[in-house]
C-alpha cells in the first residue's frame, strides 16, 4: 500500500515534469515565430496580404498586385506568360522601356538581339519563344494593337513609380 502510495507520487510529478515541458517548448516556439516575424516581416506578407485585401493599393505595391488585369510592379497585361517576360525585362530597365515599343515577333526578336549584341542580354534560350509569343500578342504593332492599347491606359500604368 505504501509502495503504490509513493508510486502515485512518482508518475504524477513526471507527468507535472513532461507537462512543463511541453509547455516550456510551445512558449519557445512562440517565442520563436514572433520574433522571426519582427525581423523577417517578408515572410509573413502573404499572411498580411490576404487579410488586407479590401485596401486601397499603395505605391510601394508587393510585386504580385494585379489591378485592371495590370500587373502594378511591371506595368504588363497580367495574361499569358507575363511572369517569365517581368523576371527577364525588368531586371535592367522598367517596365515602361518595354512598353513604350509595339512590334510583331520579328520586331520584338530584333530588340532582344540588338540587346544581346550591345547591352550584354543573355542567351534566353526555351524562355525566347514564350517571352515573344507574350510580346507579339499583348503588344503587337499600334495599329493592331488598338485595343490592348486602351486597356492598358485604362488600367492606368503610367502613373507606377509615383
Ligand atoms: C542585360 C540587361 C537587359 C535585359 C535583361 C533586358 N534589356 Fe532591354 N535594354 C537594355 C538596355 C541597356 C537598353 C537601352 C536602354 C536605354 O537606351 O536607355 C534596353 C532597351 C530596351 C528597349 C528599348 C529599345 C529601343 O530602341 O527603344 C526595349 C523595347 C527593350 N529593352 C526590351 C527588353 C525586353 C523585351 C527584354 C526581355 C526579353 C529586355 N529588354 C531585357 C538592357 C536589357
Redesign the pocket.
Known amino acids: 500500500m505504501g509502495m503504490s502510495n509513493q508510486n502515485d507520487h512518482s508518475t504524477a510529478l513526471i507527468r507535472l515534469l513532461v507537462m512543463a515541458l511541453v509547455l516550456t517548448g510551445v512558449a519557445v516556439l512562440c517565442g520563436g515565430v514572433v520574433v522571426d516575424a519582427v525581423m523577417h516581416p517578408a515572410r509573413y506578407a502573404a499572411v498580411e496580404k490576404a487579410g488586407m485585401a479590401e485596401e486601397p493599393v499603395a505605391a510601394a505595391a508587393p510585386v504580385e498586385l494585379i489591378e485592371n488585369g495590370i500587373d502594378l510592379a511591371s506595368g504588363f497585361i497580367a495574361e499569358g506568360e507575363y511572369q517569365l517576360?517581368k523576371t527577364?525585362?525588368t531586371?535592367?530597365?522598367s517596365g515602361k522601356?518595354?512598353l513604350?515599343?509595339r512590334a510583331d515577333r520579328e520586331g520584338?526578336l530584333a530588340?532582344?538581339r540588338w540587346?544581346q549584341q550591345t547591352?550584354?542580354?543573355w542567351d534566353?534560350g526555351a524562355d525566347e519563344d514564350k517571352?515573344l509569343d507574350y510580346?507579339a500578342t499583348y503588344y503587337p504593332p499600334e495599329d493592331v494593337g488598338r485595343r490592348a492599347n486602351l486597356a492598358i491606359e485604362e488600367g492606368g500604368w503610367y502613373w507606377i513609380g509615383e
Do not use: A, S
Open positions: 517576360v527577364t525585362c531586371g535592367c530597365h522601356l518595354v513604350q515599343n520584338w530588340m532582344i540587346m547591352q550584354n542580354l534566353l517571352i510580346l
